[in-house]
């Protein structure tokens, strides 16, 4: 079965980093571009960031353009994000997800909880 | 930058159907997603370009996208209905989302 299942979340200081992971099964992993979505509390959805298949191409929301990386290692089936400068508006449920073959995103993980808090 | 717009709630009976709307300039020129978000839970696309549904989505989901405006379409709305609905689409390697629809069934 497919699975996506994100880690690293957790409370961080505003201005701090963090690194999420999101480790994939189930599927071929380096066939796919790889994103990530995010959703504020009682929010809607955000799209974040995307990967292509080889990480060679990357492209980002404007809200996180600049202190915001994506990357993957696709010997370990892992996608990554690794966000600086932390900001309160960064407080979220982030999300991977796979993209299908349609540009759908046709499997997401279960989140991972970002509070930016001091 | 591209929006897509969505009413924030919707009501429907159970039974009918319920239509959501998600409108953006010239998003009849663009493929259009639906993702179900129930509450606690990660969203699941129910319809991806414009009006397919993904396997082991029910038929009573379909779509259409023309001009500016794409909806969604439940018919005979079942109370397992009930959740958010987020419209997707693509302009120049970003992905948007709408903000989303609140599908309330009583």
Excluded at chain 1, 61 to 89: F, P
Excluded at chain 2, 70 to 76: H, V
Aim: with cysteine; proline share 4%; hydrophobic share 35%.
């Amino acid at each position: 079965e497919a699975q996506l299942v994100e880690s690293g979340g957790g409370l961080v200081q505003p201005g701090g980093s963090l690194r999420l992971s999101c480790a994939a099964s189930g599927f071929s992993f380096s066939g796919f571009w790889m994103h990530w979505v995010r959703q504020a509390p009682g929010e809607g959805l955000v799209w974040v960031s995307r990967i292509s298949m080889d990480g060679n191409s990357m492209s980002y929301a404007d809200d996180v353009k600049g202190r915001t990386s994506i990357s993957r290692d696709n010997a370990k089936n892992t996608l990554y994000l690794h966000m600086e400068s932390l900001r309160a508006e960064d407080t979220a449920v982030y999300y991977c997800a796979k993209e299908g073959y349609f540009e759908e995103f046709d499997l997401w993980g279960q989140g991972t909880l970002v509070i930016v808090s001091s | 930058s591209y929006a897509l717009t969505q009413p924030p709630s919707v009501s429907v009976s159970p039974g009918q159907t319920a239509t959501i709307s998600c409108s953006g300039e010239k998003l009849g020129d663009k493929y259009v997603a639906w993702y179900q978000q129930k509450p606690g839970q990660s969203p699941v696309a129910v319809l991806y370009q414009d009006n397919k549904r993904p396997s082991g989505i029910s038929e009573r989901f379909s779509g259409s996208n023309s001009g500016n405006t794409a909806t969604l379409t439940i018919s005979g709305t079942q109370f397992m209905d009930e959740a958010g609905y987020y419209c997707q689409a693509w302009d120049s390697n970003i992905s948007v989302f709408g903000g989303g629809t609140k599908l309330t069934v009583l």
